[in-house]
């Protein structure tokens, strides 16, 4: 599986952006398709997660209400929606796959990962 993450940028507090996630080189049945972020000097963090079959989704309670991950089929892309920013917000986000029917939320699950976008939120 290959990942391909854009849509990072800068935005004002209380903004907001999209991320995509363009996967590419299997069929997806059975795979599970999440959003993690790692700021500076920070370990790497879940943020949302959908299973590609049934859309399934979980959220970190740092983002729930806020970020929406859905994902469309057709195009093999997954996106994070982002409103509200927050300054705490700001980081590098990695879109990831891992084999499952449920959402996964540990890194260890995910066994493929995309190059990361940096998300910027200015106060």
């Known amino acids: 599986v290959q990942l391909q993450a854009s849509g990072g940028g800068l935005v004002q507090a209380g903004g907001s952006l999209r991320l995509s996630c363009v996967a ?11 959003w993690f972020r790692q700021a500076p000097g920070k370990e790497r963090e879940f943020v949302a997660a959908i299973t590609w079959s049934v859309g399934t989704t979980v959220y970190a309670d740092s983002v729930k209400g806020r970020f ?10 997954v996106y994070l929606q982002m409103n509200n920013l927050k300054p705490e917000d700001t980081a590098v986000y990695y879109c990831a796959a891992a084999f499952g029917i449920r959402p996964r939320t540990t890194l260890d699950e995910y066994s493929y ?3 990361g976008t940096q998300v910027t939120v200015s106060s």
């Open 68 to 77: 929406t991950i859905s994902r469309d089929n057709a195009k093999t892309t």
């Open 24 to 34: 590419s080189g299997r069929t997806f049945s059975g795979i599970n398709m999440g």
């Open 113 to 115: 990962w995309g190059q």
